[in-house]
């Protein structure tokens, strides 16, 4: 028996028809194109990391359960103590063990257009079916379509953020409420940029029985570790959780964290300065005439601007990276993002910007 062994006879065809995220190379630029905090940690707290690393018995596997990681985290995030809390590699690992969860045959997962992509992309890997109810042209909760949609489809699983990647907007509460109410299934409300925001539905945790909340550290300053949360019911904890692999969070992660957060001043320090940039990036923005500028409770600004993809890569050739969101989507046409950088970052790219619109 003779077999071609060609992956389009193994691998499903979903998967065959994906492209991989793709992660630009950004060697030497000045890097706003990825949500990551600009700054560094104080000397004070570099030098305690360095010791723990050191002395980080790497010879073994972390602690599955990461008792006293969660036990900081509890504390840091002000977590219910009726709620559960789940650890994940990122949060992108935690909506991929929700969607394995959920993947019945012919379950769907519903979000909102434009979202986050993983949203989709989780739902393709784990053999879920995807619908996106598009958001109004402020890119606010389209209510009655997206009841509309949870009539009609029945999701087992919703993905929102809040605030919303890519457009930087808060949904409004209640809407989102309503969701949670009328849909027959669970509703993750994912707060990635909760420390930019102000927001959370973390006090609502305890009157809905289909709601779960979601956090990571990686838009706080700590992308480079991997850390993300999963806080909920739990009945619903407790079945997630044997789908988590059991060494999910290193031991690196476990104690750079742990240590991390017991100065969490810094870490909330560093928001709020991001917070003041922001404020100043979105006006110095809407003073450039030929910009539609939209407001952001996030750490990054979107804009829509003539030319876009043009505009994109002449701030490449520059040296500045962000990131170019022209056609994909029909409400982000010549829209591009820009995360929110160090002061110094933020003006070279303003002037450049403005410097390429006087062309
Ligand atoms: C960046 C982002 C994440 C991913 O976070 P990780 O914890 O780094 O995996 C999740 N959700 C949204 C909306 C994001 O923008």
Same mark, same amino acid.
């Not at 062994?5 to 030497?28: F, M, N, Q, W």
């Not at 990054?300 to 050739?317: C, E, M, P, S, Y």
């Not at 303003?350 to 390429?356: C, G, K, P, R, W």
């Given at each position: 028996?003779?077999?071609?062994?060609?992956? &389009?006879?193994? @691998?499903?065809?979903?998967?065959?028809?994906?492209?991989?995220?793709? *992660?630009?190379?950004?060697?030497?630029?000045?890097?706003? =194109? %990825?949500?990551?905090?600009?700054?560094?940690?104080?000397?004070?707290?570099?030098?305690?990391?360095?010791?723990?690393?050191?002395?980080?018995?790497?010879?073994?596997?972390?602690?599955?359960?990461?008792?006293?990681?969660?036990?900081?985290?509890?504390?840091?995030?002000?977590?219910?103590?009726?709620?559960?809390?789940?650890?994940?590699?990122?949060?992108?690992?935690? #909506?991929?063990? #929700?969607?394995?969860?959920?993947?019945?045959?012919?379950? #769907?997962?519903?979000?909102?257009?434009?979202?986050?992509? +993983?949203?989709? +992309?989780?739902?393709?890997?784990?053999?879920?079916?995807?619908?996106?109810?598009?958001? $109004?042209?402020?890119?606010?909760? =389209?209510?009655?379509?997206?009841?509309?949609?949870?009539?009609?489809?029945?999701?087992?699983?919703?993905?929102?953020?809040?605030?919303?990647?890519? $457009?930087?907007?808060?949904?409004?509460?209640?809407? @989102?409420?309503?969701?949670?109410?009328?849909?027959?299934?669970?509703?993750?409300?994912?707060?990635?940029?909760?420390?930019?925001?102000?927001?959370?539905? +973390?006090?609502?945790? $305890?009157?809905?029985?289909?709601?779960?909340?979601?956090?990571?550290?990686?838009?706080?300053?700590?992308?480079?570790?991997?850390?993300?949360?999963? #806080?909920?019911?739990?009945?619903?904890? $407790?079945?997630?959780?044997?789908?988590?692999?059991?060494?999910? *969070?290193?031991?690196?992660?476990?104690? *750079?964290?742990?240590?991390?957060?017991?100065?969490? =001043?810094?870490?909330? =320090?560093?928001?709020?300065?991001?917070?003041?940039?922001?404020?100043?990036?979105?006006?110095?923005?809407?003073?450039?005439?030929?910009?539609?500028?939209?407001? &952001?409770?996030?750490?990054?600004?979107?804009?829509? *601007?003539?030319?876009?993809?043009?505009?994109?890569?002449?701030?490449?050739?520059?040296? @500045?990276?962000?990131?170019?969101?022209?056609?994909?989507?029909?409400?982000?046409?010549?829209?591009?993002?820009?995360?929110?950088?160090?002061?110094?970052?933020?003006?070279?790219?303003?002037? %450049?910007?403005?410097?390429?619109? &006087?062309?």
């Amino acid at each position: 028996m003779s077999y071609s062994h060609k992956p &389009s006879d193994i @691998i499903r065809p979903e998967i065959l028809a994906l492209k991989a995220y793709h *992660v630009p190379p950004a060697t030497g630029m000045v890097k706003l =194109d %990825a949500m990551e905090n600009p700054y560094a940690l104080p000397q004070a707290l570099q030098n305690e990391i360095s010791s723990l690393a050191a002395g980080a018995p790497i010879n073994r596997y972390p602690d599955p359960n990461a008792a006293d990681l969660k036990a900081a985290l509890r504390e840091a995030l002000t977590i219910p103590d009726q709620m559960d809390v789940m650890l994940g590699n990122g949060s992108d690992e935690i #909506i991929q063990i #929700i969607a394995m969860a959920a993947a019945r045959p012919g379950a #769907i997962v519903l979000s909102v257009e434009p979202a986050f992509v +993983m949203f989709r +992309m989780i739902a393709t890997f784990a053999n879920m079916q995807y619908t996106g109810v598009p958001l $109004t042209a402020d890119f606010a909760l =389209d209510l009655d379509a997206t009841l509309d949609a949870i009539a009609r489809h029945q999701p087992a699983v919703i993905f929102l953020a809040y605030p919303n990647n890519p $457009t930087g907007n808060l949904f409004d509460e209640q809407a @989102i409420l309503k969701i949670i109410e009328a849909t027959p299934g669970i509703v993750v409300i994912d707060e990635a940029y909760h420390a930019f925001a102000g927001a959370s539905v +973390m006090d609502k945790l $305890t009157d809905y029985p289909n709601l779960l909340l979601m956090r990571t550290l990686s838009k706080l300053g700590l992308a480079g570790l991997r850390l993300g949360l999963l #806080i909920g019911r739990p009945a619903w904890l $407790t079945e997630f959780e044997k789908l988590r692999l059991p060494y999910n *969070v290193s031991v690196l992660t476990q104690c *750079v964290t742990q240590s991390v957060l017991c100065h969490m =001043d810094v870490l909330l =320090d560093q928001a709020e300065q991001i917070k003041t940039e922001r404020a100043r990036m979105f006006a110095r923005l809407t003073t450039l005439k030929t910009l539609e500028v939209f407001p &952001s409770d996030a750490n990054f600004i979107l804009f829509r *601007v003539d030319n876009a993809t043009g505009i994109f890569r002449k701030l490449k050739q520059r040296g @500045i990276l962000i990131k170019n969101l022209d056609r994909t989507h029909a409400l982000l046409d010549n829209c591009l993002r820009v995360t929110i950088g160090t002061a110094e970052e933020n003006t070279q790219f303003v002037t %450049a910007l403005e410097t390429l619109l &006087s062309e």
